[in-house]
């Protein structure tokens, strides 16, 4: 039976390029082909037109959502006119049977509140893309301090080590806010088992939160066309950023002796590095200037050009320095018949076997990546044989039934 459903997102693909946008989006569309009356809210930056806290992309289904959080302790929206006046209007207009949300980051976590005070007999449903209620290091659950040493447990008094201006008390309450809007939710999803196991140790219970994989368009055909010259192709694809581990790729290449390293083609698709910090990237440019002839920047890439993207490629790279969850150019490799080489850590080393659809090194350091390298240049028919260990990852019909059953 046909169903009214408000899909829910931090940002629109059109104009933020994130995993979390894409997986909404995708399953947006999905919801759309089942049959079911679907909408999509996507807050946005982008500045509205005579002060209008909502306009139109594409069609009338796509709505922007033009507001921020305006508290980043505590992801709260004080924006009150926008909120409890127009958000909650649109609720009532649209009037939806399912809301699935992607996200409260930059819209603030009350909206969760008000779902539930002007829609009580709706199902909400949200997807933890991070662990930003558990962390406020941006979610990465990685320690301040410049070392970027991995957090293994969130609490009151780890939290105040790393924000001393914050006492145990700010971040009692800190929790006790965020789950007191979570508990407006009637089903969580989350697309890895390292990401359910995390929000448990935090204080969800294990019966609300369920692991359900971001859906994969179907019917893909690889593209196996390959570079005409010999060169091993390894692919990153993605965010720039300081956490990303880029910069630890570039390290191990240097590592690798000359004559190696040319063996290798390296092409790295990705957005926001120019809004990096100055000293991440003048470390990258200095590095990309030693790496001429093997690596190339390509910057941001459309959804329609993964494809051929992936098909030039015999690997795709994931050197995260911070735990990830479930990212999405992981499930596109595979769905792609791609080979991952990922940090050993949270949601990569869990996707991917080791030796089997892929190798891990050591998480932040040069020296395993470079020595995973070197066994890709000394055995060079493994991605060959690693691509044939390969299944098709969850499909977004897939993920829309699983998402459903649980919720019905």
């Keep these: 039976m046909s169903k009214k459903v408000l899909i829910i997102a931090h940002g629109h693909p059109e104009f933020n390029k994130g995993g979390g946008e894409q997986a909404a989006y995708q399953f947006y569309k999905e919801c759309l082909n089942q049959g079911d009356d ?50 909650a209007d649109l609720l009532e207009q649209i009037a939806p049977d399912i809301i699935y949300c992607h996200h409260y980051f930059l819209l603030g976590v009350e909206i969760l509140k008000i779902i539930k005070q002007k829609l009580p007999n709706s199902k909400l449903v ?69 990401l359910r196991q995390r929000y448990i140790d935090w204080g969800l219970s294990p019966e609300a939160i369920h692991v359900v994989e971001n859906g994969q368009l179907e019917n893909i055909t690889p593209n196996v066309k390959l570079n005409s010259n010999d060169k091993i192709s390894i692919v990153y694809i993605g965010q720039i950023n300081v956490f990303k581990g880029v910069d630890i790729l570039l390290d191990a290449l240097l590592l690798l002796p000359k004559e190696l390293r040319q063996q290798l083609c390296i092409d790295i698709h990705g957005a926001n590095f120019d809004s990096q910090p100055s000293d991440f990237q003048e470390k990258v440019y200095v590095q990309l200037k030693r790496l001429k002839g093997i690596v190339r920047m390509h910057g941001s890439y459309e959804p329609s050009e993964l494809t051929s993207i992936l098909g030039a490629a015999s690997w795709v790279i994931v050197p995260s320095i911070w735990w990830e969850n479930s990212p999405m150019v992981i499930q596109e490799a595979l769905n792609h018949k791609k080979p991952v080489i990922v940090s050993d850590i949270g949601g990569m080393a869990e996707k991917i076997a080791h030796n089997k659809t892929g190798l891990h090194f050591r998480a932040g350091s040069p020296v395993s990546l470079a020595d995973t390298l070197q066994k890709v240049i000394d055995e060079p028919t493994l991605s060959t044989t690693f691509a044939k260990n390969i299944t098709a990852p969850m499909s977004l019909p897939q993920s829309y039934v699983k998402i459903n059953e649980i919720i019905s």
């Design 126 to 194: 949200l997807t933890l893309h991070e662990y930003y209620a558990m962390c406020n290091n941006s979610g990465l659950m990685i320690k301040t301090g410049g070392k970027n040493k991995l957090c293994f447990e969130s609490g009151t008094r780890e939290c105040n080590g790393c924000f001393p201006e914050k006492s145990p008390g700010d971040f009692f309450l800190r929790k006790e806010y965020i789950m007191s809007c979570f508990e407006m939710v009637d089903t969580f999803i989350a697309p890895s088992a390292f």
């Design 38 to 87: 679907a909408y999509f809210l996507a807050r946005t930056s982008v500045t509205p037109h005579g002060g209008a806290a909502f306009s139109t992309i594409k069609n009338e289904r796509e709505i922007l959502f033009h507001t921020t959080h305006d508290d980043f302790f505590l992801f709260s929206n004080i924006k009150t006119r926008h909120l409890w006046g127009d958000f």
